[in-house]
């Protein structure tokens, strides 16, 4: 911090400040829409549909900790269906160590930061240990770069195209959202989760506004 004024640091802690309360307004925005959509009657597909898709392809705002949350809450009830597990015990904000989800014989990696030096941190982390990386978009030089250190790549066009297709299929098909109903709630509680975690570490100043 050699060379910083003091007015320089008040005006960093005023924009962190600034940057905490708008992540918190637009968790609970995304909270409320959710427990909203849950309480919809169930032959409602469309609507639930609509809301994963579009919290999924956020592109601004509290971005990271958006695609994180939904794309478990895709993976986990998807993976479930095949009776598989996958798990997410840290949040957004801890040091996990670059282990996001956990599945039987791997660790998730997300990220919405798309620089080849974000990856080759995570690589670096976890040494050892089979991982799938899910990011919003996968280049030619991430696919070369994790060659034989990744199992799989993930991608937003593949949790659209292939993990929401396949479960909004088999809802479509009893037309019950039995499968969407089930990603949003997961993504509920995951919300409140880190809301907890935030809350219990928020500055007063944050917490009186």
């Known amino acids: 911090m050699l060379g910083v004024t003091a007015d320089e640091l008040d005006q960093l802690r005023l924009e962190l400040l600034a940057s905490l309360r708008s992540a918190y307004e637009q968790r609970q925005t995304a909270i409320k829409r959710l427990e909203e959509i849950c309480s919809l009657p169930p032959n409602q597909v469309g609507e639930r549909l609509a809301f994963v898709e579009e919290y999924l392809s956020q592109l601004s705002g509290n971005r990271g900790e958006t695609f994180e949350v939904v794309s478990f809450a895709v993976l ?25 989800f956990f599945a039987a014989d791997a660790i998730y990696q997300v990220t919405t930061n798309e620089s080849i030096e974000k990856l080759r941190r995570d690589l670096r982390k976890s ?43 088999r809802d479509r098909r009893s037309k019950q959202s039995h499968h969407l109903q089930r990603v949003l709630l997961i993504a509920l509680e995951e919300f409140r989760r880190e809301d907890k975690a935030e809350t219990a570490d928020r500055p007063v100043e944050y917490i009186s506004g």
């Open 76 to 100: 986990r009830e998807y993976f479930r269906t095949f009776g598989f597990s996958l798990q997410r015990f840290s949040t957004i904000h801890a040091n996990d160590g670059g282990m996001d």
């Open 127 to 169: 040494p050892g240990t089979k991982r799938v990386l899910v990011r919003p978009t996968v280049t030619e030089e991430i696919l070369e770069l994790g060659e034989d250190k990744v199992l799989e790549t993930i991608e937003l066009k593949d949790l659209l195209s292939h993990f929401i297709t396949w479960l909004l299929g």
